[in-house]
């Protein structure tokens, strides 16, 4: 009777033990399912790999002798493509700026090709970005179809974004290259450093787009006129990106 009684109660606690197994089991199974899914990537990441920006510059030429003193404002423009998708970026950008003759046939024109690589960073609230390329730059001082400067050479950049409020945010950029090239002025190869600088407000429309309105900047040294002065452009600048 006693040895019955055992049987049944081994049988109970089989029973018992193998539904509780099973129970964790099946638990830990679906708990893993969970846990090993992919997690989506950040919308930031996940869309908007293409952005192409338009750039309209309103700009008025200096230099350090007073050459273009009689010279108004005029506008030129900047444009940009981009891909990042996950790593490094791929950009290629364009300016032209051409100003006009005042009271003689001298006055500058200006362009650029760049091509570059760029990546993110954060320092501290702020929203970074590192660029390293290659530019290609023409300047030219009449109304002739030849460059008195053509030149290539490295080119640096950052960008730092902040938010403000709600869609608003401030950004500060800057952009160092160092072109060498053809100098006709000169009769000979020279460097021409060049720099430029930013600032301003930036109006967030959704992920993908944004429009900035605020000031540029932009020192050619050592490339006008025959005893090598330098040529600045200074104005204000508007800036439409769209993201796809």
């Known amino acids: 009777m006693c040895h019955m009684h055992d049987t049944v109660m081994k049988k109970h606690i089989t029973n018992i033990a193998t539904t509780a197994a099973a129970v964790v089991l099946s638990t830990g199974l679906q708990a893993g399912e969970v846990v090993t899914q992919p997690m989506a990537p950040p919308v930031s990441a996940a869309t908007c790999p293409w ?85 290609y730059a023409t300047y030219e001082v009449d109304y002739s179809n030849t460059a008195d400067f053509s030149g290539w050479g490295p080119t640096l950049g950052i960008e730092l974004t902040h938010g403000l409020s709600g869609a608003f945010s401030i950004y500060a950029e800057g952009r160092a290259s160092l072109v060498y090239g053809d100098d006709d002025d000169n009769y000979d190869d020279s460097f021409v450093p060049i720099l430029e600088l930013g600032a301003g407000i930036q109006y967030d429309i959704n992920d993908c787009t944004y429009v900035r309105l605020g000031f540029e900047a932009q020192n050619w040294a050592s490339i006008s006129s025959n005893d090598n002065e330098d040529t600045g452009l200074f104005g204000g600048a508007l800036e439409v990106a769209f993201g796809s």
Do not use: C
């Not at 108004?72 to 998708?85: K, P």
């Not at 009271?103 to 650029?112: L, W």
């Open 51 to 135: 952005e192409i920006t338009a750039s309209a510059l309103y700009l008025k030429a200096h230099s350090n002798e007073d050459a273009f003193n009689d010279q108004d404002q005029e506008f030129g423009y900047r444009l940009e493509v981009a891909y990042q998708n996950g790593g490094l970026g791929y950009r290629l950008r364009y300016f032209d700026w051409e100003g006009t003759g005042g009271s003689s046939d001298y006055y500058p024109e200006m362009t650029a090709w760049d091509l570059e690589v760029f990546d993110g960073f954060q320092l501290g609230g702020w929203d970074g970005e590192y660029a390293v390329g290659i530019r």
